[in-house]
């Protein structure tokens, strides 16, 4: 690391990685001098990023004084908007959840109810959790759309009417009073699964079925949103099962009208069955109803034969299935991996591990964390900080 690089954030950099340094420690691996390490580390101290350690380290003389990153600094409030629940969470800066409820809340409320019962119930969380709005470093928020993540502005939503456009950063962040970042909850919940299940990863896809289908792509430890921010929209390609089926996005044959939770709902609805939405065929899944599992397994050939043509293209390591739908188990997995490993090139799935989600129902509230902690930490945002604190 060279001088010029290592401000006051590229030293939280380091110490973020949960271990104690000296001030000697930290002047050998940036290569600053000791005023210039004291100088920062002080203003890290202001700013409560960073604490002395429980214990001194002692190298024979004087025990040296040893640093920390403070998790308890700030808080992070998240929220996964999907099309007919939410939930939402306070974590602390390693994305530990302090705090979470969650409840149906359907996203065609609008922008407006749906945003507005989102602060009373951040209101609420902040107060079991015994923090304030002053503790709160910024905002996660993922929904069931298109995002464009710089703006935080949904884009042509299908099942978000009133959303296309909406300012969700410019609404939501003066009445909390920090920065709000907003991107589709698929993209959360993949950052979630690779951040604290996968992070040795390096290529991964997460696979949400739900109400619909969607991919979050993770390449090089990093999330892809392609150039407006709709790469991973895997539930509108066009699969041969679905024949003129119509999708909701308003074209016909699309994966997403055959394999998507309301679709599937919808076909045992056709056969005389209770099941209003994706749960539901999980449900009748769980109870041994032989036309949803046979429903869910050719759901996972179509989802299989759509990701086949992702793993010769993209070569994950890891494919993860998520989302309600995926509830359904080793009948879902089943079928996408017949599909996939049948399909796909040897090479491309030499290594490849097919599995079901580990976070649960939390990977997008931690997705959503990572992504707040990860800008609001990044060296260029702490050095701002900084500068700022210092006029």
């Known amino acids: 690391m060279t001088t010029e690089a290592a401000g006051a954030g590229a030293l939280l950099a380091i110490l973020r990685d949960g271990q104690a340094r000296t001030r000697a420690e930290l002047m050998q691996l940036t290569g600053l001098a000791r005023s210039t390490v004291s100088q920062r580390l002080d203003a890290l101290l202001d700013q409560q990023w960073i604490v002395p350690a429980d214990d001194a380290i002692s190298s024979g003389g004087r025990p040296a004084v040893a640093f920390a990153f403070n998790v308890g600094a700030r808080i992070v409030l998240t929220a996964d908007l999907g099309a007919t629940h939410a939930r939402i969470a306070v974590t602390d800066m390693t994305t530990r959840v302090v705090a979470e409820r969650s409840q149906d809340m359907p996203i065609t409320e609008g922008p407006e109810p749906v945003l507005g019962w989102l602060v009373e119930e951040f209101t609420g969380l902040l107060a079991e959790s015994g923090h304030t709005l002053a503790d709160v470093c910024g905002v996660g928020i993922g929904l069931p759309g298109p995002v464009e993540h710089t703006t935080g502005r949904p884009v042509n939503p299908p099942i978000m009417p009133g959303w296309d456009g909406f300012d969700v950063p410019g609404w939501l962040g003066p009445r909390i ?11 959360i919940m993949a950052l979630g699964e690779h951040w604290a299940a996968s992070p040795e990863v390096a290529h991964l896809l997460f696979v949400k079925v739900g109400t619909g289908i969607g991919s979050g792509i993770i390449t090089e430890h990093r999330l892809h949103r392609g150039a407006q921010g709709a790469a991973g929209d895997i539930g509108h390609i066009r699969v041969a099962s679905a024949g003129d089926r119509l999708c909701r996005c308003g074209n016909t044959g699309c994966l997403e009208a055959v394999a998507g939770g309301a679709a599937l709902a919808a076909r045992l609805r ?54 309600d739908v995926a509830d359904a188990g080793e009948h879902l997995l089943a079928g996408v991996r017949e599909v996939v490993y049948r399909r796909s090139l040897p090479l491309a799935t030499q290594h490849l591990t097919i599995r079901g989600r580990q976070l649960g129902d939390r990977a ?26 210092e006029r």
Do not use: W, Y
């Open 270 to 323: 056709e056969e005389g069955m209770d099941a209003a939405d994706g749960r539901d065929v999980v449900r009748l899944v769980r109870s041994g109803n032989p036309k949803a599992i046979q429903l869910i397994r050719q759901a996972g050939r179509d989802i299989g034969d759509v990701l086949a043509t992702l793993v010769n293209f993209f070569n994950p390591g890891v494919i993860i299935i998520g989302g």
């Open 364 to 389: 997008g509230v931690i997705g959503a964390s990572v992504m707040v902690i990860e800008h609001v930490l990044s060296p260029m945002a702490v050095d701002r900080s900084v500068a700022s604190a």
């Open 177 to 187: 009073g920090a920065p709000v970042l907003v991107d589709n909850d698929v993209n």
